[in-house]
């Protein structure tokens, strides 16, 4: 199991090269965003996650305690070398902002994977989550950001690990329970997992979103139903937990649609 990987804390003034990022990403929202400053190459917010969940550059927590910001960093000098395997292998693209003004953009051959994958949701909560702790633990995040088959990837990620929360669960129930109440969660779960691999290729991701939070709320139904059974040994307030987390990613990916197609 990869260890939390240890960020800094260095809260402080604010960043100019932030709003440089920021408009630079508004013009190009599927691409990878660096700018230049002084001998490094800076990158913010999402593309800083991107960078340090697959390049494993150091995260930095930074910019004004009111309003903090991603950054990693790394020097300018030979950065395609740095940028290229994003290209090739994750097929990422890229802007580069140099300090004369200039814009390096390189295009990936194969758009299957944008900037897309990462939400501005994600975003925050990774900065709450590293105030909170000072480390962030990427080893899932690393591995879904290679598979673009689904754009909210932790959302797949927290969808897998309850899955198979579940199961663990079902397999130690009385054969009754497992082939009543059980056969009812799996059914629910399998067509959340077959809904939640659908949802990256849908050309009606709202359609399949409000599938996946029918889904959710009646599983929710069913750990509560198996609360006040009495028959069950698992640790009920956990499992709700893991739902609601579900669900509470879920809104935010709902949001988005509805901002995207407002």
Same mark, same amino acid.
């Given at each position: 199991?990869?260890?939390?990987?240890?960020?800094?804390?260095?809260?402080?003034?604010?960043?100019?090269?932030? *709003? #440089?990022?920021?408009?630079?990403q /508004?013009?190009?929202?599927? +691409?990878?965003? @660096?700018?230049? %400053?002084?001998?490094?190459?800076?990158?913010?917010?999402?593309?800083?996650?991107?960078?340090?969940?697959?390049?494993?550059?150091?995260?930095?927590?930074?910019?004004?305690?009111?309003?903090?910001?991603?950054?990693?960093?790394?020097?300018?000098?030979?950065?395609?070398?740095?940028?290229?395997?994003?290209?090739?292998?994750?097929?990422?693209?890229?802007?580069?902002?140099?300090?004369?003004?200039?814009?390096?953009?390189?295009e990936?051959?194969?758009?299957?994977?944008?900037?897309?994958?990462?939400?501005? *949701? #994600?975003?925050?909560?990774v900065? /709450?989550?590293l105030?909170? +702790?000072?480390? @962030?633990?990427? %080893?899932?995040?690393?591995?879904t950001?290679?598979?673009?088959?689904?754009?909210?990837?932790?959302?797949?990620?927290?969808?897998?690990?309850?899955?198979?929360?579940?199961?663990?669960?079902?397999i130690?129930?009385?054969?009754?329970?497992?082939?009543t109440?059980?056969?009812?969660?799996?059914?629910?779960?399998?067509?959340?997992?077959?809904?939640?691999?659908?949802?990256?290729?849908?050309?009606?991701?709202?359609?399949?979103?409000?599938?996946?939070?029918?889904?959710?709320?009646?599983?929710?139904h069913?750990?509560?139903?198996?609360?006040?059974?009495?028959?069950?040994?698992?640790?009920?307030?956990?499992r709700?937990?893991?739902?609601?987390?579900?669900?509470?990613?879920?809104?935010?990916?709902l949001?988005?649609?509805?901002?995207?197609?407002?």
């Amino acid at each position: 199991m990869t260890k939390p990987t240890q960020i800094t804390i260095a809260f402080g003034t604010a960043d100019p090269h932030v *709003d #440089i990022a920021e408009k630079l990403q /508004a013009q190009y929202p599927h +691409h990878l965003i @660096l700018v230049q %400053a002084g001998l490094f190459l800076h990158a913010f917010n999402k593309s800083a996650y991107v960078l340090h969940s697959l390049k494993h550059y150091k995260l930095q927590l930074a910019g004004p305690v009111k309003n903090p910001h991603l950054v990693v960093g790394f020097p300018v000098a030979n950065y395609k070398k740095c940028l290229w395997p994003l290209v090739n292998e994750h097929n990422f693209s890229y802007v580069v902002a140099t300090s004369d003004g200039k814009l390096d953009i390189c295009e990936s051959s194969v758009q299957s994977i944008t900037l897309d994958t990462v939400s501005d *949701d #994600i975003v925050h909560q990774v900065i /709450a989550d590293l105030i909170a +702790h000072r480390q @962030l633990n990427s %080893a899932v995040t690393a591995k879904t950001l290679k598979n673009p088959n689904t754009q909210g990837f932790l959302f797949k990620s927290k969808a897998e690990a309850l899955d198979t929360q579940l199961l663990q669960d079902i397999i130690k129930l009385p054969r009754d329970i497992r082939c009543t109440w059980g056969e009812n969660v799996r059914e629910t779960m399998q067509r959340i997992m077959r809904n939640t691999y659908l949802y990256g290729l849908d050309d009606d991701k709202p359609q399949r979103l409000k599938q996946l939070s029918a889904d959710i709320d009646l599983l929710q139904h069913y750990i509560s139903q198996a609360q006040a059974l009495n028959r069950f040994s698992f640790a009920f307030e956990h499992r709700v937990g893991l739902v609601v987390e579900l669900g509470r990613i879920l809104g935010g990916l709902l949001s988005a649609q509805k901002v995207r197609h407002g």
